[in-house]
């Protein structure tokens, strides 16, 4: 048999040709056999958590994730570089049709059809596939008479194997049963898929065709990386409370860098376990220098003062008065304590909501520091640098600012130039998204042919691509979003609350971008607030896409979402796994922001599946919110204009049940929703 091989770019390794995956390339249709690859070693140990965070959406997993989830299988992050194929062994002549099978002509690959004589001998393009995860190449079923010499493949709405000698009736369906082994032949797999979806899994596989589009759906995470300023930082105890001040407008960081704020905070807390022991040291050198204790303690006093003085001494001042703040409330409570969590899992026992909430928090105050120490311009800065240039862009973007600020309730957007993204593939399914009817897979590892030695025992490779790529980062309104929800009965009157951002964090919950219910869920009541802010704040960051790529020179499979619904907060950027033009997104930024803006409040209200849209799906559908699963790592769940742009919100309308959050109207005490890009809210 004749092997094709072909290099593809890491990106294009990790999302569309996998190992198992069939792909048609320029060399012909082949089967993925084998990835070069290259183990990564310098990645954080919270990215394996993350993983396993990941994977408890999933109701089904195979063994060996099962085994990486439970802390039995060792986590193997790895560059793809490259990627052997061989072809299909089902042949059809392009002239007679007749079938030939590779496995019956060893070493005769490239000969004519043994029916006609023709020269052309192409490769059928089909495959059966299941949810499960188990994809097999299509192989003739021969004709008992006459073997494989006059046998051709009907197509049609039932496939079928048929013999052309006259006379002979073979005709052999085109069929096959799941293998006995398949998880979704276990009871307990059954019942839980169709309580779920209302069906039972089908116990046949599907004959479907070869595409470019890989026929599994890969799984990945798409984290935001750590910078060597943000490690530094981070390592300082009193990092995380900065960042919280941060958030709540406590401090004002001025657009300063990362590594200005690490010098303050070394300056004002505990500092560094290098700064401890530099200070032990000096204090020693003092004393055998024969000074006395009240002579040492004024030289470290004065040391101190200069030590403020060079990072700044009132912005050392300010971020001592924001913290001390926090002294007077239990707002610091929200961190939790990382150490106990690890514990409780090291344990093998289940977090808290709170233990969740706060290790959520945690890690999106994390990635919020990663974008202080980037090359960043916020839309306030830009519209005075277009100013000093006399640019022509400086109105259209001047009127962004009016837009987002007056109508869309967002506070700032940035342009970020250097974001650092790492792609991390952590196993995949066949034919279908949804985590209640597929069966996440892991990869396998004998696909994989790692540079230097193997891991030992029980491991998981799993893809991953670095990049630096282009953003923009959205801070919504937390005045406006409380608005919204004092203005559908769900919130206090926004006069009686001081601190609406501090108020959204006590009501914050586990929704992340991992992680989101669907509109039929009945969430628990401490979920409801966090659940509706999530999920307008994730339907506003759909539409923004949408409006980015209708606008720019981006398709939506260019851009990808990041979510920070714990602050409110989401980031827009390009994924660079499609064609990428540097440069594109700041350029759209400058130049039509305004425009795509104008978009949200003037035409993407309706859809143009309403009414069927609006009423039985609840405002989302392929035709208005969805996108690519690459983009929307929620499935495209919790997503629904009513809750941007208001609308009706019975149960029963025109005699169709909606699938909205059923008590929604019980909780509002009205069947209107007021949205919150709703103008009375202007």
């Not at 043994?114 to 299509?138: K, R, S, W, Y």
Request: charged share 25%; proline share 5%; glycine share 6%.
């Amino acid at each position: 048999m004749s092997k094709q091989s072909r290099t593809f770019s890491k990106g294009k390794v990790l999302h569309s040709v996998e190992p198992g995956s069939v792909a048609t390339i320029p060399v012909g249709t082949i089967e993925v056999n084998c990835h070069f690859a290259r183990r990564v070693v310098d990645l954080s140990k919270d990215v394996e958590e993350a993983v396993r965070q990941e994977l408890t959406r999933w109701k089904h997993l195979d063994a060996q994730m099962e085994a990486f989830r439970r802390h039995t299988a060792e986590f193997v992050p790895v560059l793809t570089q490259s990627v052997k194929g061989r072809r299909l062994k089902a042949r059809e002549c392009g002239k007679c049709g007749a079938i030939r099978y590779m496995g019956q002509w060893k070493g005769d690959s490239d000969a004519p059809c043994h029916n006609c004589n023709h020269p052309t001998l192409n490769e059928i393009p089909f495959v059966f596939a299941h949810v499960d995860g188990t994809m097999l190449q299509l192989f003739p079923r021969h004709c008992p008479q006459h073997s494989y010499q006059y046998l051709v493949k009907e197509r049609g709405v039932y496939p079928r194997w048929r013999c052309k000698v006259s006379g002979c009736t073979h005709a052999d369906p085109i069929v096959r049963p799941l293998p006995p082994q398949s998880i979704m032949k276990r009871t307990e797999v059954v019942q839980a898929i169709e309580s779920a979806t209302g069906n039972s899994p089908n116990p046949m596989m599907r004959l479907t065709t070869i595409s470019d589009n890989k026929l599994q759906v890969v799984h990945s995470i798409s984290r935001i990386n750590p910078t060597s300023n943000v490690e530094k930082f981070l390592a300082l105890p009193e990092s995380l409370g900065t960042l919280l001040a941060i958030h709540l407008d406590y401090f004002d960081c001025q657009s300063r860098s990362l590594s200005e704020l690490t010098e303050v905070l070394r300056v004002l807390g505990q500092g560094t376990q290098e700064d401890h022991k530099e200070l032990d040291q000096l204090i020693k050198t003092l004393k055998m220098s024969g000074l006395d204790d009240e002579t040492i303690q004024t030289i470290l006093a004065n040391k101190r003062q200069v030590q403020e003085s060079d990072a700044g001494g009132t912005v050392v001042a300010e971020l001592r008065k924001a913290l001390a703040r926090f002294s007077n409330n239990n707002t610091l409570q929200f961190l939790g304590d990382a150490q106990a969590e690890r514990e409780t899992r090291d344990r093998r026992e289940n977090l808290t909501s709170a233990q969740k909430n706060a290790g959520t928090l945690r890690e999106q105050l994390s990635d919020r520091a990663v974008l202080m120490d980037l090359q960043r311009e916020s839309l306030d800065d830009a519209v005075k640098r277009l100013n000093k240039i006399s640019s022509p862009f400086q109105a259209n973007l001047s009127d962004a600012g009016i837009l987002m600020r007056e109508s869309l309730g967002i506070n700032q957007v940035t342009v970020i130039q250097d974001l650092p993204v790492l792609h991390l593939a952590y196993g995949y399914t066949r034919l279908s998204h949804q985590p209640e009817a597929a069966v996440l897979w892991a990869f396998d590892k004998k696909g994989f042919d790692l540079a230097g030695e193997e891991p030992k025992g029980n491991w998981i490779p799993m893809p991953i691509y670095k990049l630096k790529t282009e953003a923009l980062f959205f801070q919504f309104d937390a005045k406006r979003i409380v608005k919204w929800l004092h203005a559908n009965n769900l919130a206090p009157d926004p006069a009686n609350i001081d601190e609406p951002t501090l108020w959204l964090l006590q009501h914050q919950s586990q929704i992340t971008s991992r992680s989101g219910p669907a509109f039929e869920d009945r969430p628990p009541l401490d979920f409801r607030i966090p659940w509706l802010v999530g999920s307008a704040l994730h339907s506003a960051n759909h539409l923004l896409i949408k409006a980015i790529a209708d606008q720019s020179s981006f398709g939506e499979t260019a851009i990808s979402e990041h979510l920070l619904l714990s602050l409110n907060q989401t980031i827009i950027f390009v994924n660079r796994l499609q064609e990428f033009s540097l440069g594109g997104l700041k350029t759209f930024f400058e130049q039509r922001l305004d425009q795509a803006f104008n978009s949200l409040l003037q035409e993407r209200g309706d859809c143009m599946f309403d009414p069927d849209c609006e009423e039985r799906l609840g405002g989302a559908c392929a035709g208005c919110f969805h996108l690519p699963e690459v983009v929307c790592r929620l499935f495209n769940n919790a997503l629904s204009r009513i809750l941007l742009y208001g609308g009706e919100i019975g149960t029963n309308m025109e005699g169709v049940e909606k699938t909205l959050w059923p008590d929604l109207a019980s909780l509002v005490g009205r069947d209107q929703f007021i949205g919150l890009w709703d103008s009375r809210l202007d």
